[in-house]
């Protein structure tokens, strides 16, 4: 994937929202190891151990075709294994890799590091306060 330039930010545009894509800018599939939404499905598995595809679809909010297209991807880097259903030969389970364990800590102290950058104005304590914050809008 090319580099990315940091797109023009409408200052009309909500506060959240346009932080949000100034870190999406910067996490690039290069820097970060894998897009994001490969991310949030090795999380997903990390999180709640192996999973059948179609709850990674349900979760993603996406199609199995697509949901398979990113798995191929992380499949092929190692980063995660299908295996078949033992009750369901025709389904297959998902599950986390050491690899994929490996690739998804770099990922998170990557996306940290691009947070820092983006969040560089604020002093140690406010960032800290404003994670507080979000976590707490987050539920």
Known sequence: MGSRTTP????ECPTLTRLSRLVYAKADETRVGMNLKQLYILRELRDHGS??????CDVMHTTANTVVAWLNDLETAGHVERIRDPDDRRKHNVALTPSGSA???HAERVLFQLEEE???PLTSDERAQLRKLLAKALG
């Open 8 to 11: 023009q930010i409408n200052p």
């Open 51 to 56: 999973l059948p595809q179609q709850s990674l």
């Open 103 to 105: 690739a998804l800590d």
């Open 118 to 120: 983006v969040l560089s």
